[in-house]
C-alpha cells in the first residue's frame, strides 16, 4: 500500500513538472489586415513598431496566407486545424454548428486537455467564443463598436458621405471618434455607444472618454498575464487575444487619425481595368448582405460582388475622385493598424515585465487580409494577394533564431505546430465525423529560416469563402500560392495565373500565354493533388 501511494504521488510530481515546464502560449489576433505592418513593407507610411520589434525578435513569415479570406470560416479552420474545403465549411456556419468542426476539438478544448489553462477576449470565434474559454474576458457582440446612436437608431458617424454612409453601420462608417462628438455616457443621448444594445461610450476628449474594446481587451490580458507571474505553481495557459481592427467600422481616436495626414498619404501602386482579364466577377453567386439604400441605389443583389460595390459608393462620395476617395479610407484603416498596435505593444511590455517571456510562445496573425481598390475591389474574400496574404510571425522562448521566411504557409499549419512545440497528446477529434487535422509543424522553420525542406506542401491553399455552402468542394473557387505564383481556378474552369516574383501586384494574367502552358499544367495537378 505505502509502495503505491508512493508510486502515485511520484506520477502526480512528474505530471505537474511535466505540464510546468511546457511552453505558454499567446495568440494575438488582428481582423482583417493586410501586409500593412512595418516589417513586411506593406505600406511604406504606416507605424507598427510593436509588431515590428515582435518580428525582429522571432521568425517572420513574409509568404504566410489565410486558407479562406472571410471572417467567419477563416476562424473556424484556424481554430480546429482543419482546411475548408474538408470540413465543407462554405457558407456562414457558426463553430458550433458546423457539421463536421463540431466534432473537432478547437485549440483551446485541446490544450485544456492536455493540462492547461485557457483564457480568451476578444473577436477570436463566431458564434458563443466564451464556451470554449475556461476564463472569458470582454465580448461585445464581436466589439465592433463603438458606434454613433442618432437617438433612434445606431448608424454611422454623422459627417461619413453619402452615398456610402448607406452601406451601413459595418461596413459604412470610418473616422475619428470624436467626429461622434461630446457625449457624457447617459443612456439615450445622441453620441457614441459600444455597440447594439446601445451601451453609453463616453467621450469628452480624446484624454477624458470610456476605454475601446481594444483598450479593455488588453487592459484585462495584461491583468491576467500579472496574476498568473505571482503564482509559480500554477498551470500553463494558453491565452488568445483578439482584436476587432482594423475591420470596419473604422473608428478610432484622433491621435492615430492625426499620424497620416490627407495630404501626406500615399496610395499603392495600381492598374486601371486590373479587373479585365480576371473571371472573378462570373464565378461569384454568394450571398454578402448590406444594410441601408444602397441595394437600391446600386441595384444591390446578392449574387454582386459587395467589393467593387464598396468602391464605387466610396468613389462616388467623393465626386468621382478615386485618390481623394481611398485616402480618406486609408487614413482610418491606418490609424486603426497603429490604435491595435499599440495595444500589443502593452501586451508584449507585460510579458516582458512578469518575464513570462522566458517561456512563452507568441503568435501574431491576422484572419485575411483586405484590399484598398486593387481589381476594383474595397473588401476582402477574393482570390487575390491582397485578401490572402497576412502578418505571421512567431517568436519561440530560450530560441536565439530570427530571420524571415519566404516559404508559403498558412493558418492551416499553426495547430499542429503549437502541438509539436507543446507536446500535446490525444486524437483532436471528438468522433468519427471530425475532419482530418491539416496542415504541418513549422518547427523546421522556426529552427532554420532558411530550411530547404520541411513535410509540408510547396504551396498554400486558399478557397475563396461564401461562394455556395451547397456546391461541393470541387466546384469551389481557389488559389495556390507558391514561392513564386498565383494560381487560380474557379468553378467554371476558367483559370488566372501571376508570377509573382516579377509581378507582385498581379498585374497580368499569363494561364493565356503558351510560354507559361507547363507552369499552368503543374499547378493544376498540384491543385487537384490538395483537394483529394
Avoid at 44 to 51: D, R, W
Avoid at 202 to 216: A, H, N, P
Avoid at 296 to 317: E, F, H, I, M, Q
Avoid at 432 to 452: I, Y
Amino acid at each position: 500500500m505505502l509502495k503505491l501511494k508512493l508510486l502515485l504521488l511520484l506520477f502526480s510530481f512528474s505530471f505537474l513538472y511535466s505540464i510546468q515546464n511546457q511552453p505558454n502560449v499567446l495568440i494575438i489576433m488582428a481582423d482583417d489586415l493586410n501586409d500593412y505592418i512595418g516589417a513586411l513593407g506593406g505600406h511604406p507610411h504606416v507605424k507598427t513598431p510593436n509588431m515590428d520589434r515582435l518580428a525582429a525578435s522571432g521568425v517572420q513569415f513574409t509568404n504566410a496566407h489565410t486558407n479562406v479570406p472571410v471572417c467567419q470560416p477563416s476562424r473556424n479552420s484556424f481554430f480546429t486545424g482543419v482546411y475548408p474545403h474538408e470540413s465543407a465549411d462554405f457558407g456562414w456556419t457558426p463553430l458550433l454548428n458546423q457539421p463536421v468542426l463540431k466534432h473537432n476539438k478547437t485549440l483551446m478544448e485541446y490544450f485544456i486537455e492536455n493540462g492547461y489553462q485557457t483564457l480568451g477576449t476578444g473577436k477570436l470565434t463566431h458564434g458563443k467564443p466564451s464556451e470554449y474559454w475556461q476564463q472569458w474576458g470582454n465580448n461585445t457582440k464581436h466589439n465592433y463598436g463603438p458606434f454613433y446612436y442618432d437617438g433612434e437608431k445606431v448608424g454611422v458617424l454623422p459627417n461619413v458621405p453619402d452615398p456610402y454612409r448607406q452601406i451601413g453601420t459595418i461596413d459604412g462608417s470610418y473616422g475619428r471618434i470624436s467626429d461622434g462628438g461630446i457625449s457624457n455616457g447617459k443612456y439615450g443621448n445622441k453620441g457614441l455607444v459600444y455597440g447594439w444594445d446601445l451601451k453609453p461610450f463616453r467621450y469628452i476628449s480624446d484624454e477624458d472618454r470610456d476605454l475601446l474594446q481594444g483598450e479593455k481587451h488588453a487592459d484585462w490580458a495584461i491583468n491576467k498575464l500579472k496574476k498568473i507571474a505571482k503564482n509559480p505553481s500554477s498551470k500553463p495557459f494558453f491565452m488568445g487575444v483578439g482584436f476587432v481592427r482594423p475591420h470596419t467600422p473604422l473608428h478610432a481616436p484622433d491621435e492615430y487619425f492625426e499620424m497620416y495626414p490627407i495630404e501626406k498619404i500615399e496610395l499603392d501602386k495600381w492598374l486601371d481595368g486590373d479587373e479585365f482579364d480576371t473571371f472573378w466577377k462570373e464565378n461569384f453567386q454568394g450571398d454578402l448582405s448590406l444594410d441601408g439604400d444602397v441595394k437600391t441605389v446600386y441595384g444591390y443583389r446578392g449574387g454582386n460582388l459587395k467589393g467593387p460595390l464598396l468602391l464605387k459608393a466610396l468613389v462616388d462620395s467623393y465626386g468621382g475622385n478615386r485618390d481623394l476617395a481611398l485616402k480618406h479610407f486609408l487614413q482610418a484603416y491606418l490609424a486603426c493598424i497603429t490604435f491595435v498596435d499599440d495595444q500589443v505593444g502593452k501586451i508584449l511590455d507585460a510579458l516582458d515585465e512578469t518575464r513570462l517571456n522566458k517561456n512563452t510562445i507568441v503568435f501574431l496573425t491576422s484572419d485575411h487580409g483586405w484590399h484598398m481598390g486593387e481589381k476594383n475591389h474595397l473588401f476582402k474574400n477574393s482570390p487575390w494577394e491582397e485578401s490572402s496574404r497576412i502578418p505571421f510571425i512567431f517568436r519561440i522562448p530560450n530560441s536565439d533564431v530570427k530571420g524571415v521566411v519566404k516559404h508559403p504557409v498558412s493558418l492551416i499549419d499553426v495547430y499542429p505546430t503549437l502541438i509539436d512545440y507543446c507536446n500535446l497528446k490525444g486524437s483532436t477529434v471528438k468522433g468519427s465525423k471530425g475532419g482530418e487535422l491539416g496542415g504541418f509543424s513549422l518547427r523546421p522553420f522556426l529552427e532554420n529560416p532558411k530550411v530547404k525542406s520541411w513535410n509540408g506542401p510547396s504551396a498554400a491553399l486558399i478557397v475563396v469563402g461564401n461562394y455556395g455552402k451547397k456546391l461541393n468542394k470541387y466546384q469551389q473557387n481557389y488559389a495556390l500560392r507558391t514561392t513564386n505564383y498565383r494560381y487560380i481556378r474557379y468553378s467554371n474552369g476558367k483559370e488566372e495565373l501571376y508570377f509573382n516574383k516579377k509581378d507582385p501586384y498581379e498585374w497580368h494574367n499569363l494561364a493565356g500565354s503558351k510560354k507559361y502552358r507547363h507552369k499552368l499544367k503543374k499547378l493544376r495537378k498540384q491543385l487537384n493533388q490538395a483537394l483529394n
